[in-house]
């Protein structure tokens, strides 16, 4: 799938979602458009991982649209879907028995014939992607028996053999101690800025979200509250009233601009 | 999966091709009364066959080829249940195949229906329809609840299984003995009475399913991650799991039609093969029809041998292995 100049890589419109009576996305709008970064943020609960689910259509949208360079996500094939985006989710099987570079090589999937085995051109392919997330000396190492951060790693490894042109990740530092956090940043980064790949993240680390993206979507209650540039929300009141609770602010070094802090109780 | 992780996979498939060799060759000169290779070469003379040649080529020769086939066929169903369902206790008897096909042939030798179309008998026909049946109702149960999950379908499965059980019972406390005591042995599985015309039967269904199978080996290995990634990566978890099933049930109605419910290969195989060839379904899927079929005929030859002359069922051979089989995955999986 190719990205045509200037069309939007996804356009959601009007998107509704229900579980049983509560309603998980109220009528949520957006864009994502080629080599932006764009952070979801928002409590627990606004609906942000099913967004996120409906545009790789891991659910399918029963109410409003998902585009995908112009076409309904639910038109397309799951494979060509695929061709073109890579989906980090939340959280990893329990039981993943494979090694790093078998699982690398799985995501070449929607790119090669299901039906051979991957050859040895394949693997070293699958390699260089794990070399780029500094993850090269893990390749014989089984996934499952791997640290949160080092998974993670391996999982955004799986999703670039995809080849995609637009990376979503669900929640892709939580959990992580501060080095891996760092770490995924930096890949993140380079990925954005040096081959233009566009990312969708949905993460609660604010300042990572301030500091990283192009653009924040904020939601609340299933609906896109906000959606423009860091530096809008980054202050008060609307922080405070997107996640209910008070904020401290500190303005970082140059470009590094304001990072927030939910204020101590004591 | 590559020349860097296909080297122990290479050795254990020459010791497993070898050693279906060896087995496929040995069996049939094994029995309660033992042939050498001298008694059946001169199979290709002009000569009227000797009793040797008969016992050889008519008798053990396709029964070790069923054996095979049924082994084979079951151990590659029952790893693909266990990509699809991601459980290590999946196979295609846990969503109740065995109790819908036992449930069949019970009916038919309740009904004491004789018809038959050439070369296929009644029982087997409804043995095949009995599992086609519990197998399409347990995926329909099971995708008609709200919310549906794997979780579900094998809950539904035991459900099934269960009341086909109760339904067997129920036949069975009306039954005479004659009837009873075919049911009965019916259900213990057995490769005894057969053909090659049984061999062909088996062998058409368990090759079509087998083959729908073996094609989505990348799909069951992205299926075993769980279907959050699998569809991240573009499998379209409904079409590969709707295949699967029902090129399962095709293939094991083929198989427990012929041969009644042989249970635990399906389960048992896929594990050991895994310790062997690694988790990769490519490697896997050829290793659990190489493995299968080479412990399926093992089984059989232990059954016709060890009290000759008399047979011990199958079932009841696979069954005392899966017992502590079972125990075995609970203390190496424990959770």
């Not at chain 2, 959050?228 to 699967?244: H, K, L, M, P, T």
């Amino acid at each position: 799938m190719m990205p045509a100049d200037n069309c939007p890589i996804y356009s959601v419109r009007s998107l509704s979602y229900e579980i049983g009576d509560k309603r998980v996305l109220d009528s949520v709008s957006m864009d994502a458009k080629p080599g932006e970064f764009i952070a979801v943020v928002g409590p627990n609960g606004a609906g942000k991982s099913t967004l996120l689910r409906h545009l790789v259509r891991v659910i399918m949208p029963p109410k409003g649209a998902v585009l995908l360079y112009g076409k309904c996500v639910t038109t397309l094939r799951q494979r060509e879907i695929a061709a073109g985006v890579g989906y980090v989710p939340q959280s990893s099987p329990v039981y993943l028995p494979f090694t790093a570079l078998q699982f690398v090589l799985m995501g070449r999937y929607p790119r090669m014939n299901p039906l051979v085995r991957p050859d040895d051109r394949e693997a070293a392919r699958a390699l260089e992607i794990l070399n780029d997330v500094g993850m090269a000396d893990f390749a014989d190492r089984r996934v499952d028996m791997m640290s949160g951060g080092e998974r993670q790693k391996i999982f955004i490894a799986a999703a670039l053999a995809q080849e995609p042109s637009v990376l979503l990740l669900d929640e892709p530092t939580t959990y992580l101690d501060p080095k891996h956090q760092r770490d995924i940043q930096r890949i993140l980064q380079s990925l954005h800025r040096e081959r233009g790949t566009s990312v969708v993240a949905v993460t609660h680390d604010i300042n990572f979200a301030a500091r990283f993206s192009d653009r924040i979507v904020a939601m609340k209650k299933g609906a896109a509250v906000y959606d423009g540039p860091p530096d809008g929300l980054m202050r008060k009141p609307r922080l405070e009233e997107l996640f209910d609770t008070e904020f401290d602010y500190a303005r970082g070094d140059g470009e590094d601009g304001v990072f927030a802090f939910p204020r101590r109780s004591l | 999966m590559t020349a860097r992780t296909r080297k122990p996979a290479t050795r254990a498939f020459a010791s497993l091709i070898l050693l279906a060799a060896v087995v496929a060759v040995a069996a049939p000169l094994v029995g309660s009364s033992n042939v050498s290779f001298s008694d059946i070469a001169g199979i290709f003379d002009a000569e009227p066959p000797t009793a040797a040649e008969r016992i050889f080529w008519q008798v053990r020769a396709p029964r070790v080829i069923l054996a095979f086939i049924a082994g084979a066929t079951l151990a590659l169903c029952g790893l693909s249940f266990q990509a699809v369902f991601r459980n290590p206790l999946a196979s295609p008897f846990t969503l109740g195949v065995s109790g819908g096909a036992a449930f069949g042939a019970v009916l038919a030798i309740k009904l004491g229906l004789a018809f038959s179309i050439p070369g296929v008998s009644v029982t087997q026909i409804f043995a095949f329809g009995g599992a086609l049946a519990s197998i399409f109702l347990v995926y329909g149960i099971a995708r008609a609840r709200k919310g549906f999950t794997m979780a579900t379908m094998l809950l539904t499965g035991v459900a099934v299984s269960f009341f086909f059980s109760a339904l067997i019972m129920f036949i069975q406390f009306f039954a005479d003995y004659a009837h009873s005591f075919s049911m009965v042995r019916w259900m213990m599985g057995s490769l005894s009475i057969v053909g090659y015309k049984q061999v062909a039967q088996a062998a058409v269904l368990s090759a079509a399913g087998g083959a729908a199978i073996f094609l989505r080996r990348s799909e069951m290995n992205l299926l075993t991650a769980g279907d959050e990634i699998a569809r991240g990566r573009g499998v379209d978890v409904d079409r590969s799991r709707a295949a699967i099933f029902f090129a399962v049930s095709l293939a094991t109605g083929g198989v427990v039609a012929i041969c009644g419910p042989i249970g635990f290969v399906g389960l048992m195989i896929p594990h050991i093969m895994r310790l062997i060839v690694g988790p990769d379904h490519f490697d896997l899927a050829p290793a659990c029809i190489l493995g299968g079929g080479i412990f399926l005929v093992l089984c059989d030859t232990f059954a016709r041998t060890a009290i000759s002359p008399f047979e011990i069922p199958i079932g009841v051979i696979t069954a005392m292995l899966g017992g502590p089989f079972f125990i075995w995955l609970l203390f190496r999986h424990p959770n």
